[in-house]
T-cell receptor, first 114, second 115 residues
Framework: AQSVAQPEDQVNVAEGNPLTVKCTYS??????LFWYVQYPNRGLQFLLK??????LVKGSYGFEAEFNKSQTSFHLKKPSALVSDSALYFC????????????FGAGTTVTVRA | EPEVTQTPSHQVTQMGQEVILRCVPI?????FYWYRQILGQKVEFLVS????????KSEIFDDQFSVERPDGSNFTLKIRSTKLEDSAMYFC?????????????FGSGTQLSVL
């Protein structure tokens, strides 16, 4: 079985401050981890993924995420948030033995205030 | 960047009616998916489709649901007899590959309301 938890429904930060969106996962085998972002009236957009290799993954729009196997976490980070980063963020996981199905977290609403 | 297109953006139907949700995946993609999100709940996997057949489906995807790629461009989700609990945002997605190369491109969704 595979699952994802996003413990925070909402994250509020001031523009220019660091942004962190938390994600923990559970899989049977090795995880493939993803972050997607959803802007209002838009579909989910891919931000970044971790498959193997370097634990720090860099993605779109200045975002990065760190894979931590011991803590089963894959937190999304951005050193300096922008107002335009305000959106709904989803973490997703797929077990290496599962070819097709992504399991999503419940989502975290990020609000960046000017 | 290429986009996945979904129509309609909103669909209202009466319980028991059939609905067809339409999607145009990215043209060179080979794998197609439907996900849904009931209001306030997680995005849930429904089905994946490759080489003109279902490759995986969830327990949600029962006999009331079907998918079809009727031509080279469209990918449809049919719900034969809608129930109130089918009300959700339905997302279509496509990808060029699967496994490690998987990067899903999602449409903007169809909001289905069953009355």
């Amino acid at each position: 079985a595979q699952s994802v938890a996003q413990p925070e429904d909402q994250v509020n930060v001031a523009e220019g401050n660091p942004l962190t969106v938390k994600c923990t996962y559970s899989v049977s085998g090795n995880p493939y981890l993803f972050w997607y972002v959803q802007y209002p009236n838009r579909g989910l957009q891919f931000l970044l993924k971790y498959i193997t290799g370097d634990n720090l993954v860099k993605g779109s729009y200045g975002f990065e995420a760190e894979f931590n196997k011991s803590q089963t976490s894959f937190h999304l980070k951005k050193p300096s948030a922008l107002v335009s980063d305000s959106a709904l963020y989803f973490c997703a996981v797929r077990d290496e033995t599962n070819d097709y199905k992504l399991s999503f977290g419940a989502g975290t609403t990020v609000t960046v205030r000017a | 960047e290429p986009e996945v297109t979904q129509t309609p953006s909103h669909q209202v139907t009466q319980m028991g009616q059939e609905v067809i949700l339409r999607c145009v995946p990215i043209s060179n993609h080979l794998y197609f998916y439907w996900y849904r999100q009931i209001l306030g709940q997680k995005v849930e996997f429904l089905v994946s489709f490759y080489n003109n057949e279902i490759s995986e489906k969830s327990e949600i995807f029962d006999d009331q649901f079907s998918v079809e790629r009727p031509d080279g461009s469209n990918f449809t989700l049919k719900i034969r007899s809608t129930k109130l609990e089918d009300s959700a945002m339905y997302f279509c997605a496509s990808s060029l590959g699967q496994g490690m190369n998987e990067k899903l491109f999602f449409g903007s969704g169809t909001q289905l309301s069953v009355l």
